[in-house]
């Protein structure tokens, strides 16, 4: 079963345009990371939130947390054809393992 | 590029078969995840591996083992395949493991099951 829910399940925008996605999940976390993925392969690590973080930037992006609702969004700004991917909220309960959300299908038009 | 690397990048396999993926982990990783992803999900933790001993595992029947060598790579077993085993297979190599440890993935080895 998934830990984390993202929601939409799939988001078509205009180059230029920000994308945001969100994630919701049911445990306690020790911190929240997103990932993108490219055509069905590896998963490429974007930005790590931990559980006492309420909002971190990494260049376009732009994550936030809410532990009180368990739920996090992901923003991309000014979004361009690179980004077109899929997008997956992971959380780390600080065990050994991630869980991973079903993801957002982002698609950016030229 | 992660550094890791996993092979075969593609692969058939019969139905009642049996299938072996590896995994070479980025230099100095000692810890490697594996990870199955259905098509139109996310993945599932199957299980992972620290310094060649099984570290926690995932709802996965015991047709799914593996094994962690002393240069770190590993392998993921799978027997008696069954077609829901079609999917991507993900592994993961991170320098130790618990909160916060970033894992970095391979390109993943898909697996079809005819």
Known sequence: SQQGEEDPQALSIQEGENATMNCSYKTSINNLQWYRQNSGRGLVHLILIRSNEREKHSGRLRVTLDTSKKSSSLLITASRAADTASYFCATDAGDYKLSFGAGTTVTVRA | ?114
Do not use: M
């Open chain 2, 1 to 114: 590029e992660t550094g890791v690397t996993q092979s075969p990048t593609h692969l058939i396999k019969t139905r009642g078969q049996q299938v072996t993926l590896r995994c070479s982990s980025q230099s100095g990783h000692n810890t490697v995840s594996w990870y199955q992803q259905a098509l139109g999900q996310g993945p599932q933790f199957i299980f992972q591996y620290y310094r060649e001993e099984e570290n926690g595992r995932g709802n996965f029947p015991p047709r799914f083992s593996g094994l962690q060598f002393p240069n770190y790579s590993s392998e993921l077993n799978v027997n008696a395949l069954e077609l829901d085993d079609s999917a991507l297979y993900l592994c993961a190599s991170s320098l130790g493991f618990g909160a916060g440890t970033e894992a970095f993935f391979g390109q993943g080895t898909r697996l079809t099951v005819v």
